[in-house]
């Protein structure tokens, strides 16, 4: 299928291009999985840390809230560097953003390789957070800029499901890889992947929008890293000193920088986020189901295998496949996006918001006598539900858009994604680790924890089930107006 588009790339002797052909080809589809390979590579590594998590603790001598950090670092780096993204497009070639992404991930996940000691390893993870926090946004970007407009929700679909099958790969592949050769090499054989990704991308990828120079907006970086860093610093330092005068302080800087973001972004006509988005109140509500769905998948990844581990004494091999069927599930997600082609969003989205309230009530309602079986049957219902309603409330929420403000809604959906995810490893980190904290019995301390963690987790998919209900009424009432 071939559709003309308006929208013109620039050529290299800065004379206008024809219009641009969107067309679902075969080099299409290569430069979206190569794209979503490294995203895939990365997903693989946070969600096998997470089982190798209680290995790390004891090598480098660190506590549950400090070794969080390699995940929170990643993820709070990804949601500080996806916002530049509509610059980065708009001033760089596609292919040379890939090439990028691809080195800055690559030296990155050495680096964590090679870590003789915490902050290494730490800075690893960071470096590569700054390589995924380019690809995630360019992958959607290639979708929303190239896919025919009639197989949007398909291909949004499996571009969803690129990331989204890595949590089910992730703790397998860390348990396995562990018990046989150690963490470090969780880094080192996927070193492959990321350069047979960098050989498809950079013979793929290509150019569909105009290039221009716009003005970085050094202001809004500054006070969005701010904003991000002291809202999870505040929620790490909370799990060790409680909702003390330090802690509020923090929060404070939080709420002002963003605040600060707000005002500055109306006067800045380049701003890191356009507020133009937060015009279309649909599309609002849906960012805050991606957010919220996106805290409890990640707040899962981290609280399953450790609460296997800690409260039920299951091996790191064990532990890691409780997660396997779940996430195996979500390759359902071009299914959702298929229905969503062809009826609407409005029946994935809901099939998928009762499923994963069913799955967290069950947790919450099991959590005295959970067993590693329970938790993994609890978990597949978890997947079906991401699986049908994840990518369909991201298409739904920028089909809200106008099509100009596409590519800013899809920046801020990644950024929200990612930034929920950071706040969901930190939260739940943070219950259990005040529940350990002190504690003489490990084992009863996790249970205690993990049940409250439970607990938090319910309450963020109640909120993502009133916002996807609430956004879907305004829908309809903006079409009956």
């Known amino acids: 299928m071939v559709e003309r588009d308006a929208q013109r790339p620039a050529r290299a002797d800065g004379q206008t ?25 990365a997903v693989v590594f946070e969600t096998a840390m997470n089982v190798a998590l209680p290995a790390l603790m004891e090598e480098f001598a660190v506590d549950t809230a400090t070794i969080q950090w390699i995940t929170s670092g990643y993820l709070l780096m ?29 030296i990155g996940t050495l680096l964590a390789a090679a ?78 992947v990321v350069v047979l990704s960098f050989i498809v991308g950079s013979l793929c990828v290509r150019q569909a929008t105009p290039l221009g120079r716009p003005r970085f907006d050094v202001l809004g970086f500054v006070l969005v890293a701010i904003g991000f860093f002291s809202l999870i610093y505040g929620i790490n330092l909370a799990s060790r000193e409680g909702l003390g005068l330090s802690v509020l302080l923090i929060f ?36 805050v189901v991606v957010a919220a769905v996106a805290f409890a998948i990640l707040g899962f990844a981290y609280l399953v295998p450790n609460y296997a581990q800690l409260a039920l004494g ?49 947790y919450t309602a099991f959590a005295a006598s959970l067993t590693p079986m329970l938790m993994l049957a609890f978990y597949v219902l978890f997947g079906l539900g991401q699986g049908f309603g994840f990518s369909t409330t991201m298409t739904h929420g920028l089909m809200c858009l106008p099509e100009r403000l596409r590519t800013d809604g899809n920046s801020l959906f990644n950024t929200m994604q990612q930034l929920g995810g950071s706040v969901g490893v ?19 301390a996790t249970t205690v924890g993990g049940f409250w963690a439970f607990v938090l987790l319910f309450a963020v998919i109640v909120v993502a089930a009133a916002s996807s209900i609430v956004a879907f009424r305004l829908k309809k009432m903006q079409r009956g107006a």
């Not at 291009?17 to 490294?38: T, W």
Request: proline fraction near 6%; charged fraction near 10%; hydrophobic fraction near 60%.
């Open 17 to 41: 291009a024809v219009p641009f052909e969107r067309r679902l080809d075969a080099r299409l589809v290569a430069s979206i999985v190569a794209a979503g390979s490294l995203s895939f590579s």
């Open 314 to 362: 299951a091996s790191a091999s064990l532990s890691g496949t409780l997660l396997l069927p779940g996430c195996a599930l979500v390759m359902i997600s071009p299914i959702g996006g298929r229905i969503l082609d062809r009826v609407g969003a409005a029946v994935p989205v809901a099939i998928g918001m009762v499923l994963m309230l069913a799955s967290t009530a069950l």
């Open 78 to 106: 990804l949601s500080v560097m996806i916002p530049t993204f509509p610059f980065l497009k708009a001033r760089f070639p596609l292919r040379r953003l890939f090439v990028g992404a691809v080195l800055a991930f690559l």
């Open 426 to 444: 930190s939260a739940v980190t943070a219950v259990v680790g005040a529940a350990q904290a002190g504690a003489s019995d490990m084992t009863a």
């Open 252 to 287: 404070a800087l939080c709420v002002a920088a963003l605040a600060g973001f707000g005002v500055h972004g109306r006067r800045f006509d380049d701003a890191l986020i356009n507020l133009e988005v937060f015009a279309h109140p649909s599309f609002v509500l849906s960012v």
């Open 115 to 192: 870590a003789p000691a915490f902050p290494v390893l730490l800075l690893g993870r960071v470096v590569q957070g700054v390589g995924t926090g380019i690809a995630i946004p360019l992958m959607f970007s290639i979708v929303t800029d190239q896919v025919p407009h009639e197989q949007m929700g398909l291909m949004m679909g499996v571009a969803s499901l690129i990331t989204s099958f890595a949590p089910a790969v992730g703790p397998s592949y860390g348990g396995i890889v562990m018990e046989i050769a150690g963490w470090r090499m969780v880094f080192l054989c996927l070193v492959p």
